[in-house]
């Protein structure tokens, strides 16, 4: 079966580091995306990777481990405006047809 | 460029009442994706079409939920009837070709559904 798994809230400081951790089990693993959302709006598209490693975006960097199952998204100097959910998802391939599968997301609330 | 345009945002309605749901995707986005996002968890596909074909509908429950792409631009998504359970935000999405590596999907901002 398809599994995705985050934690449900952090909490960090302005200006500070925060990780958020993705495990995923699936069986037809054909990349992860990484979502922002915020409250009552649209998820938006933050970052991909299908390869093993680190992508950098600006703040906003992913990685991933295929062999592990794991992903995180780091988000660095973090702004008020980063409190939103983050939504790790797994577009996995089977029947021909891709398909992304969502987490349940993970609810960062950002301090002064 | 317009983004993907969803109406109603908001829409309120007694349990056993019809609801329907319309969303225009990205000029040029031939995949079009409906998706609920219940309270606190992650979306959730409902239907995919590839232009005006229902590629993927695994997930729709087809007793009271029903989907149109009739000319493989806009969709409508309709519950007939609506039960409590079905409050959630419905939201729609869009892509260029499934098939490539990367196609990233764009969200409107959704229906959120109220049933009393």
């Known amino acids: 079966g398809q599994n995705i798994d985050q934690p449900t809230e952090m909490t960090a400081t302005e200006g500070a580091i925060v990780q958020i951790n993705c495990t995923y089990q699936?069986?037809?693993?054909?990349?992860l995306f990484w979502y922002q959302q915020h409250a009552g709006e649209a998820p938006t598209f933050l970052s991909y990777n299908v390869l093993d490693g680190l992508e950098e975006k600006g703040r906003f960097s992913s990685f991933l481990s295929r062999s592990k199952g794991y992903s995180y998204l780091l988000l660095k100097e973090l702004q008020m405006k980063d409190s939103a959910s983050y939504l790790c998802?797994?577009?996995?391939?089977?029947?021909?047809?891709?398909?992304?599968?969502f987490g349940a997301g993970t609810r960062l609330a950002v301090h002064p | 460029e317009a983004g993907v345009v969803q109406s109603p945002r908001y829409k309120i309605i007694e349990k056993k009442q019809p609801v329907a749901f319309w969303c225009n995707p990205i000029s040029g986005h031939n995949t079009l994706y409906w998706y609920r996002q219940n309270l606190g968890q992650g979306p959730e596909l409902l239907i995919r079409?590839?232009?005006?074909?229902?590629?993927?509908d695994s997930q729709l429950p087809k007793d009271r939920f029903s989907a149109e792409r009739l000319k493989g631009v806009d969709s409508t998504l309709k519950i007939q009837p609506a039960e409590l359970g079905d409050s959630a935000v419905y939201l729609c999405?869009?892509?260029?070709?499934?098939?490539?590596?990367?196609?990233?999907?764009?969200f409107g901002p959704g229906t959120r559904l109220t049933v009393l």
């Open positions: 079409y590839e232009n005006e074909e229902a590629v993927d």
């Open positions: 999405a869009s892509s260029t070709t499934s098939g490539n590596l990367y196609n990233e999907q764009f």
């Open positions: 998802a797994v577009r996995d391939r089977n029947g021909g047809y891709n398909k992304l599968i």
């Open positions: 699936t069986s037809g693993f054909n990349g």
